[in-house]
């Protein structure tokens, strides 16, 4: 018997954004999958209008399983996980060491690939950095989509991964995907709907 993706499942019951208060809970199962489109997005945009060569199946794939070692470590607030080199290393070896867990979980067969999944290799620099952009995005939108709920606990977290996201806006994609998919976060369903 292996548990892997009984382990998996538990992503839904991960509440992301522990410190704030939040007007929609989010967990991490349902943050992997807007990291999942909207990476996909981005590398589908990299490709279509700005030279790429990437695999959008790949991308999303990675980003699927971006933060599934979370089921192990939870989720650990961006404030407190980059607060100083030393927790930042020291919650480095804690991944390293969910994912062997979680690999183990599988059979010897099966371990290799997922292992691949959940820490992506060094070789694949390209579509980590997709991943990274997609998840600050996510991260980006969760805060729009607070504030236009009336919720000023977002403001702070907003400027601050504003500084994230201009940081990645010098990437083609990311700016297409900021310039003409964003702004509609902030709108109502009747403001999407009118033409």
């Known amino acids: 018997m292996f548990h892997f993706f009984a382990y998996l499942s538990r992503m ?3 509440d992301r954004w522990s410190l704030m208060r939040c ?3 989010e967990n991490v199962q349902e943050h992997s999958l807007q990291v999942a489109t909207t990476a996909h997005a981005l590398a589908l945009i990299k ?3 700005f030279g790429g060569n990437v695999s959008p199946e790949k991308v999303a794939l990675y980003a699927i399983f971006h933060d599934a070692t979370e089921v192990l470590t939870g989720d650990m607030p961006t404030p407190v996980k980059y607060f100083n080199p030393e927790i930042r290393a020291a919650y480095q070896a804690i991944e390293a060491n969910a994912v062997n867990q979680l690999v183990r979980l599988l059979p010897d067969e099966l371990q290799d690939e997922y292992k691949n999944l959940l820490q992506i290799p060094e070789s694949e620099r390209e579509v980590h950095g997709l ?3 997609a998840d600050t995005l996510c991260a980006y939108i969760k805060c729009l989509e607070e ?3 009336g919720n000023k606990e977002f403001v702070g977290a907003e400027a601050s991964i504003r500084e994230k996201v201009d940081s990645i806006r010098s ?3 990311v ?3 900021l310039k003409n998919f964003v702004p509609s976060f902030s709108m109502s369903l009747d403001e999407m709907s009118r033409r």
Do not use: D, G, R
């Open 12 to 14: 839904k019951l991960i």
């Open 23 to 25: 007007t929609q809970k």
């Open 47 to 49: 490709n279509k209008f």
């Open 131 to 133: 991943v990274k952009s």
């Open 147 to 149: 504030k236009s709920a």
């Open 171 to 173: 990437h083609p994609e």
């Open 175 to 177: 700016e297409y995907f």
